[in-house]
Every structure is written in C-alpha cells, then in structure tokens.
T-cell receptor, first 114, second 111 residues
Framework: NAGVMQNPRHLVRRRGQEARLRCSPMKGHSHVYWYRQLPEEGLKFMVY????????ESGMPKERFSAEFPKEGPSILRIQQVVRGDSAAYFCASSLGTGTGELFFGEGSRLTVL | LAKTTQPISMDSYEGQEVNITCSHN???????ITWYQQFPSQGPRFIIQGYKTKVTNEVASLFIPADRKSSTLSLPRVSLSDTAVYYC????????????FGKGTTLSVSS
C-alpha cells in the first residue's frame, strides 16, 4: 500500500509564476490536509479537504492560494503569482476520517521562489 | 491556534530516557492526544496516541494523568537518531476537524 505521494518534490519558480503541488492520498483515504512549513518553524495548517469539498480553509491566505480535491485524481494546491515569501515546504497528509487521530504525511514539496 | 504547549527544545545524551511534557488545559472530552516525530526534510510521522492513563508501543510510552490536562511522551534510551522535532496534538481527526500543530519540541541527542 503506497503512502502519501507528493510531487514535485522540488519546484523552482520565479516571482509571478504559478506553482502547482500535487498530493495523492493513501489508498482508501478520503481526507486530505495541506500544511506549510517555513525553515526552522513548525507546521502551519492551511486547508482540509474531502473529496470535492473544502472543509476548512481557515489557514490558507485568501489571495493567490487555492486547493481542490476532485472526485478523481490528486489533491492540488495552487499558488498563483508566487512571491519569495511563498518559499517553503508544503506537506500533504491524508486520513481515513474515522477519528483514529492518525495523519499520514507525504515527504513534502519544497518550493523555491527566485 | 495550537491547543497545546510544549518546550521549544530539549537536550539529552545517548542512552538516557527523555520525557517531553505537553500541556493541553482545554482538552475536550472526545479529544485524543497524539504525538508526531519529524526529521529534517521529511514529513511528520505518527509515534503514539492515547486518551488516558498509559499507552506503550515499540517506540515510546505516553502517560496521561486523570485530569488529561497534560501528557508526557517518554523515549527510553535515546540514540543520536532520535534527534528530531516532536509535536504534541490534542484533537480528534474526523470530519470537520482540522488538526493543528504547534511549534513542537526540538530534541537534540548528543554522544
């Protein structure tokens, strides 16, 4: 059973470009979380999605950031018009959503904005 | 905001037992306490979870007093490879509830 798969693992963008980060949850998991981690800092919650629904996006900036988790395919975190401050590691986690309290994390996507 | 408070950092030596305490004064009745470990450049991984009293697995033990306002992660005989950030969370992973991580405790193990 493959774990949470994130791609790309590393992404370099110039200011003003778009970044798309993809996350394939573990098989059978219908809940996806996105977190952002700046260097030397903890994980910051961004958004929580279920299939075709955004459950909680309270941690996601209102502008330039969007997330989706379609019925088919991976979850996508999209950052438009990237700025240097968007440089960070973006982690995706998935869960069964049955209350086990266990999130399974991917290895992260590291975005560098030049 | 994270619902837990834990020390920013701790230092230890190989072979020692390390206890990391986490405060969660406002823990809800249905909340579990969960600990994650994160190595540099990797995603966090689940270590242990409990609701009350004591839970032990092959990696660690978790002690939760009766009032559940705090918990202690115990790592027996740490090694250099236990150097990592440890996160304590209180909450319940279920529909509609996002799990919020705090800053974690950076454990440094020296030889």
């Amino acid at each position: 059973n493959a774990g949470v798969m994130q791609n790309p693992r590393h992404l370099v963008r110039r200011r003003g470009q778009e970044a798309r980060l993809r996350c394939s949850p573990m098989k059978g998991h219908s809940h996806v979380y996105w977190y952002r981690q700046l260097p030397e800092e903890g994980l910051k919650f961004m958004v929580y999605l279920q299939k075709e629904n955004i459950i909680d996006e309270s941690g996601m900036p209102k502008e330039r950031f969007s997330a989706e988790f379609p019925k088919e395919g991976p979850s996508i975190l999209r950052i438009q018009q990237v700025v240097r401050g968007d440089s960070a590691a973006y982690f995706c986690a998935s869960s069964l959503g049955t209350g086990t309290g266990e999130l399974f994390f991917g290895e992260g996507s590291r975005l560098t904005v030049l | 905001l994270a619902k837990t408070t834990q020390p920013i950092s701790m230092d230890s030596y190989e072979g020692q037992e390390v206890n990391i305490t986490c405060s969660h004064n406002n823990i809800a009745t249905n909340d579990y306490i969960t600990w994650y470990q994160q190595f540099p450049s990797q995603g966090p991984r689940f270590i242990i979870q409990g609701y009350k009293t004591k839970v032990t697995n092959e990696v660690a033990s978790l002690f939760i007093p009766a009032d559940r306002k705090s918990s202690t992660l115990s790592l027996p005989r740490v090694s250099l490879s236990d150097t990592a950030v440890y996160y304590c969370l209180s909450g319940l992973e279920q529909a509609g509830t996002a799990l919020i991580f705090g800053k974690g405790t950076t454990l440094s193990v020296s030889s």
